[in-house]
């Protein structure tokens, strides 16, 4: 089993200081992701699943503090990112078979919660008639190993536009105040078609606008039985947390249900199919600013056109590489990615040991490297 944690569809992320690295909103919301994995975890290891796998996969990577998630030698956290071969999450554990997403977030582009797709630098990325979110792109790296995507967790507008995308997945909305969608074209600018540009021809047209999605938020597969309509679910906003403030009886059985969600998509049967994005690839990415765009894509020569970089792959993994290339590396950094990496990793460190001084002030947790 992998499990994907990220941090703006966790349960005690409000607002865009949740997710902001070194922000006392920040600190919470980590403590409530990892309280979050932590009731999942749980439940995993007691029906027997074998091995867990945890990624840490928000910002710097370290965002779970370790030391509240289950023991056990079934359970591996990875916190920071791996070279390859797949983007971030590097090798997988041998015998992993399914895929859970927890908090995560809508598109580039969409009115969800914090939405984006891997940068906020991205307004849009435009992919094959939709925007493309970070479901599809993790479901397709971890398809290409034989991985079937199972659950996801967000905000409703995440659930809504991951259902639409992945065949069979199942969903948990987490309420969140969703935001107004934002223009994608600066003022002053105008948007190029993929009419006016050379992409490849699997790129929208004018005929093949991108379309908004239009799947119930509950996507079920044909056959099977309905989920539990966990979009009822609600809890309060939860007050700043201390050690000597406990987590409220409402919160702590909205996770009981949410870990009970995650036991229910792992027993449907038939499973679903690994998410498999076949044939070459090419995107749409839209950026502010002619000049933002200009300045992201000329080191590596990805074709442009005004705000709009196209980026194309032979086959999905080449594709999502070159869409990191895009959002975080110059080639030189990419050249050096290894320390680059490893110099993130301890930024990361450094930062969840701030973590556990500003949310855990009571406990004698304040270990660097955990």
């Known amino acids: 089993?992998?499990?994907?944690?990220?941090?703006?569809?966790?349960?005690?992320?409000?607002?865009?200081?949740?997710?902001?690295?070194?922000?006392?909103?920040?600190?919470?919301?980590?403590?409530?992701?990892?309280?979050?994995?932590?009731?999942?975890?749980?439940?995993?290891?007691?029906?027997?699943?074998?091995?867990?796998?945890?990624?840490?996969?928000?910002?710097?990577g370290f965002n779970l503090l370790p030391e509240r998630l289950p023991a056990g030698t079934r359970l591996f956290l990875r916190q920071g990112y791996r070279l390859g071969p797949l983007p971030g999450l590097g090798r997988l554990p041998p015998g992993t078979a399914s895929l859970?997403?927890?908090?995560?977030?809508?598109?580039?582009g969409t009115p969800g919660f914090l939405a984006h797709t891997l940068t906020s630098r991205f307004r849009e990325i435009r992919f094959r008639g939709h925007l493309l979110t970070e479901a599809e792109l993790f479901a397709g790296a971890a398809g290409t190993r034989g991985l079937a995507p199972r659950f996801f967790s967000g905000c409703e507008e995440a659930c809504r536009q991951a259902a639409a995308t992945i065949p069979g997945l199942v969903t948990f909305p987490v309420p969140k105040p969703l935001t107004a969608l934002e223009p994608t074209t600066p003022p002053g600018e105008t948007a190029p078609t993929a009419a006016s540009t050379e992409a490849p021809t699997d790129a929208p047209t004018a005929a093949t606008a991108v379309q908004p999605l239009a799947a119930p938020l509950f996507a079920t597969p044909t056959g099977m039985p309905a989920a539990p309509m966990h979009a009822q679910t609600t809890f309060p906003p939860v007050a700043s947390r201390s050690s000597t403030a406990p987590v409220t009886a409402d919160l702590a059985r909205?996770?009981?249900?949410?870990?009970?969600?995650?036991?229910?998509?792992?027993?449907?049967?038939?499973?679903?199919?690994?998410?498999?994005v076949e044939g070459s690839c090419s995107?749409?990415?839209?950026f502010g600013s002619s000049r933002e765009a200009a300045r992201h894509a000329a080191p590596?020569?990805?074709?442009?056109?005004?705000?709009?970089?196209?980026?194309?792959?032979?086959?999905?993994?080449?594709?999502?590489?070159?869409?990191?290339?895009?959002?975080?590396?110059t080639p030189l950094a990419f050249a050096a990615r290894r320390l680059s990496l490893r110099l993130g990793a301890l930024v990361g460190r450094l930062t969840l040991d701030w973590v556990r001084r500003q949310a855990l002030p009571d406990e004698r947790l304040h270990r660097v490297g955990l």
């Open 100 to 108: 859970v997403m927890l908090g995560m977030h809508a598109a580039s």
């Open 300 to 329: 590596w020569g990805f074709p442009r056109r005004g705000a709009v970089v196209t980026i194309t792959g032979n086959d999905f993994l080449a594709f999502y590489w070159n869409l990191v290339r895009l959002a975080y590396f």
């Open 1 to 60: 089993m992998l499990l994907l944690a990220d941090i703006e569809g966790s349960s005690e992320c409000h607002d865009r200081a949740g997710a902001r690295l070194l922000s006392r909103a920040w600190a919470q919301a980590c403590l409530g992701l990892t309280d979050d994995v932590a009731a999942v975890a749980r439940r995993l290891l007691e029906e027997g699943t074998s091995p867990l796998t945890i990624y840490d996969f928000h910002r710097t």
């Open 283 to 286: 995107a749409e990415v839209v």
């Open 254 to 276: 909205w996770r009981a249900t949410l870990a009970e969600a995650v036991i229910d998509s792992l027993r449907r049967w038939p499973p679903p199919p690994p998410f498999i």
